[in-house]
């Protein structure tokens, strides 16, 4: 300030000298005016080259020079780089949000005053079925037509939300989405979606297993009261009072059954994976398998006059890495299945066989009355039965193909089905040959 103050007087005094000692008293009034318009023009060009800087130059290209200009200069150019440091931050920290929004599994949308999209994410228009980049600033309502949504967003109810039908679903597996409305900002909203497919899927399952569970159990709980009350109130002679405990004892040995292959499946599910390292000889399970069959083959075709054609492949020479008990209740249940749905007289044939690719397979092939192919896909399913009058009649529980899904699955293996009607069904357990150690095989053959 007080520099342009002393030049401003210093110009005119120099003037004034100068006007004096050339024109005297009419020179030296000239050089002042003269110096103070110079001084006030140099001044203005000066301010006008700020002005313009302002105006359309940045902070790098400010103008240099001296006195107030340049420390309006100087000061209005670190202002400026602040303020523009503060916005490549604010920026930063903007794209940064954004893109934790992007990675959430959730969809999420911003809504304006209006019910208009100002932003959307990926997930979100895979849900709603929107464009994230041409929907933008269109009605919500224009572009979410599903009954429920609509109602929902007429209406919110921020603590509860609704569930709709989504986009990208199939006929067999609808897309099942959980909306939520939540206002912010000046009369904005922040509409949240989550896919809860699998938990409603789980969930139903969940019903299924309960009402199928409490079914199996409930039916001959009914049949052993029945006795029992029959047993308390008539007079019974011996033979009759035995027949009734057999049937009772039946009963009870289905409700064990169906107890054992429960606790059989949850241990499965609740352990950990099999260990790649514990090696069971293959021999063993083979002999356990054939043993189980024949003493079972025994019991179904009691009295009968003919039993079944059981037949066991050359027993195999080697090992399989994983948990014996797990890998014995699946192949004897594939044995047993073939046993107890194979007429008598009927030819069931167990093999083990080493593929050309390294890996071998365990199959159990018998002559029974085979299954529709509507049904193959289902047959892991928990209780799932083609017959359910004659699953119950040879002691089935539903739940044995379901263990060797689970079983295969853990092994990294694989399952493998095939049946026709009325020539018989084939199942076979295709096992990986990380998980096999074996010896000389017969040649493969199917």
Request: charged share 20%; aromatic share 8%; proline share 4%.
């Amino acid at each position: 300030m007080w520099f342009r103050f002393l030049s401003f007087l210093g110009l005119q005094l120099g003037a004034g000298v100068l006007g004096w000692e050339w024109l005297g008293y009419p020179g030296a009034l000239a050089g002042v005016v003269l110096a103070g318009a110079a001084w006030m023009l140099l001044d203005a060009v000066r301010g006008l080259r700020v002005m313009h800087w302002l105006r359309t130059g940045e902070a790098s290209q400010a103008p240099h020079m001296q006195g107030w200009w340049g420390e309006i200069t100087d000061r209005t150019r670190r202002w400026l780089r602040q303020t523009q440091q503060k916005m490549q931050d604010a920026e930063t920290r903007l794209q940064e949000f954004l893109a934790a929004i992007q990675a959430s599994p959730n969809g999420v949308v911003l809504l304006d005053a209006q019910g208009r999209i100002e932003w959307c994410n990926d997930i979100a228009a895979e849900h709603f079925g929107f464009d994230a980049q041409r929907d933008l600033q269109q009605q919500i309502g224009n572009l979410v037509r599903d009954p429920a949504f609509a109602a929902y967003y007429a209406d919110p109810d921020t603590a509860r939300g609704t569930v709709m039908l989504g986009r990208g679903g199939t006929a067999s597996r609808p897309l099942r989405l959980s909306v939520h409305l939540h206002p912010y900002g000046e009369g904005r909203k922040l509409l949240l979606s989550r896919d809860v497919t699998a938990v409603e899927q789980a969930e139903a399952m969940r019903r299924d297993f309960v009402a199928n569970v409490s079914h199996e159990i409930r039916t001959p709980l009914t049949v052993m009261s029945g006795f029992v009350e029959t047993m308390q109130s008539l007079p019974l002679d011996e033979g009759q009072r035995e027949r009734y405990l057999g049937f009772m004892a039946q009963q009870a040995e289905r409700m064990q059954t169906l107890v054992s292959d429960l606790l059989t499946l949850s241990s499965i599910e609740g352990s950990p994976m099999p260990s790649s390292s514990a090696w069971i000889v293959l021999h063993d399970l083979m002999a356990q398998c054939a043993r189980e069959a024949e003493a079972l083959s025994g019991m179904v075709t009691a009295g009968q006059a003919k039993s079944h054609v059981l037949r066991f492949g050359p027993m195999p020479e080697g090992m399989v890495a994983g948990a014996s008990s797990e890998l014995l209740s699946a192949m004897s249940n594939l044995v047993s299945n073939a046993v107890r749905y194979t007429p008598a007289g009927g030819r069931i044939e167990v093999r083990w066989q080493p593929l050309p690719d390294g890996r071998a397979e365990f199959s159990v092939k018998d002559t029974g009355p085979g299954i529709a192919a509507e049904h193959i896909s289902r047959l892991t399913e928990r209780f799932y039965r083609v017959d359910p009058s004659r699953s119950r009649e040879t002691g089935g529980t539903g739940l044995g193909l379901a263990i060797v899904k689970h079983v295969v699955q853990r092994h990294g293996a694989e399952l493998q089905i095939d049946s026709t009607v009325g020539q018989g069904s084939r199942f076979a357990i295709v096992f990986p040959a990380n998980r096999l150690r074996l010896e000389a095989q017969p040649a493969y053959a199917k």
